[in-house]
């Protein structure tokens, strides 16, 4: 793969704005103001106005927001680039890769990147967000079986990894307590509470192995990133944060759960690939942003991405490595877990703010280089970036 260094200097791919509207429990607003409203905080962060964007890529959750209508709805003029994107939690690590590769490209200049949701109501559950209306017919074996949502399949997977590994509830109760120290330091966070492993343990059941603090929040919002040249970039109001390096992976194994289900995602081929084509090693990242929809997807990543080995995921994250005193800098801004629930967009809007340095009480004193992980389905698709201060 082409290093996202390669060719000349100044069309090297950067992030040169970030955008985020409120986050958490925001009603009265639907999914097309959070992108708009959020394209148009990242254009302003960026120093640029609405009409320098000559692409737009949109990406939409559950509620499925306004598509290749929000080109309108913001009155984007004359765009060289647009299109709707879904890979689930991973799109966004995709978007960027295919902004990136547009302005290395020429194909153009400043590429707004947007994700946003709406599937909270005020006077409905949280839980009733995703839900909808009981399947109609035959559902199927698993449907029968009652596994009919990502929670339930998620279930299954650390189960499996429970049954080949001996991992344990108490060790993915790790994850949730560091993450939530994290998000005690950031401002944005919907849980800033801390909590204990003994919380953990005593939260309802979801789905066995899951208790309530393993699985991720719902939240409204919408976030969005500005990718343009370095060249570009120069004359810009903020730092670029470079991207450096990308890979995608879509095992294609959906509702073909064969022998390595739960065992394996698909970090094992996007991590390589993305940490090659920045010319770096796993030792060189300094901060790790990793998709959290339960807290069995962050050990799965690091297992994957290389950090221990396979089934020693359960012990790296209970060893006292995660969390704001640990080595390892993971989830820096709490996740989706105890922040705020915007599919990739949350843990690649953490990475930007750390690579800037702009993390306050949260920041990491190293932060030359970022991953960012990005996972959709039950591990059906993973994307990953490498983020850097500056160009490598």
């Keep these: 793969m082409e290093p ?22 925001v009603y009265g607003r639907g999914t097309t103001w959070f992108a708009a409203e959020a394209v148009r905080r990242a254009a302003a962060d960026a120093g640029l106005g609405l009409s320098d964007i000559d692409g737009l890529l949109v990406s939409s959750g559950v509620t499925r927001g306004p598509g290749l209508s929000l080109q309108r709805a913001l009155d984007l003029r004359d765009l060289r680039l647009l299109s709707e994107m879904n890979s689930f939690g991973s799109t966004a690590g995709a978007m960027v890769q295919y902004a990136a590769m ?19 109501r005020e006077g409905r559950s949280t839980g009733a967000a995703y839900g909808g209306a009981p399947a109609k017919g035959w559902v199927g074996l698993l449907g029968a079986g009652g596994a009919g949502g990502a929670t339930t399949m998620y279930a299954m997977a ?49 789905a066995e192995p899951f208790h309530l603090l393993d699985c991720c929040l719902v939240s409204n919002g919408g976030i969005a990133v500005i990718v ?26 959906f509702l073909r759960r064969d022998e390595d289900f739960g065992l394996a995602s698909g970090a094992a081929r996007s991590g390589p690939a993305a940490l090659a084509m920045a010319g770096v090693s796993l030792d060189d990242i300094d901060v790790f942003e990793l998709y959290d ?12 991405y290389g950090l221990c080995g ?15 005193e640990g080595k390892l800098k993971v989830n820096t801004g709490g996740g989706q877990l105890s922040s705020y629930y915007m599919w990739g967009m949350t843990p690649l809007s953490e990475a930007v703010i750390q690579a800037r340095g702009e993390a306050g009480e949260r920041q990491v004193d190293r932060h030359e280089l970022v991953l960012v992980s990005g996972n959709g389905g039950v591990l059906d698709h993973h994307s990953t970036l ?6 490598r």
């Design 4 to 25: 996202a260094s390669a060719g000349p200097a100044h069309l090297r791919p950067v992030i040169a704005g970030l955008g985020m509207t409120d986050l958490g429990k």
């Design 386 to 391: 490498i983020l850097g201060g500056t160009s």
């Design 293 to 304: 929809c339960y807290t069995y997807t962050v050990m799965i990543t690091l297992e994957d």
């Design 158 to 206: 650390a189960r499996r990894h429970m049954m080949t590994y001996g991992t344990t509830s108490e060790q993915l109760g790790h994850v949730a307590v560091a993450q939530r120290a994290w998000a005690a330091m950031n401002p944005l966070a919907q849980m800033r509470t801390p909590i204990s492993l003994e919380d953990h343990q005593s939260s309802r059941w979801v």
């Design 228 to 253: 343009t040249s370095a060249g570009r970039a120069a004359s810009l109001a903020r730092p670029p944060v470079h991207v450096l390096g990308w890979g995608q992976a879509h095992p294609g194994r």
């Design 102 to 120: 547009a302005v290395r490209a020429g194909m153009a200049d400043v590429v707004a990147c947007v994700f946003a949701d709406a599937p909270l």
């Design 310 to 324: 396979k089934g020693e995921g359960g012990a790296l994250v209970s060893s006292g490595l995660l969390g704001p």
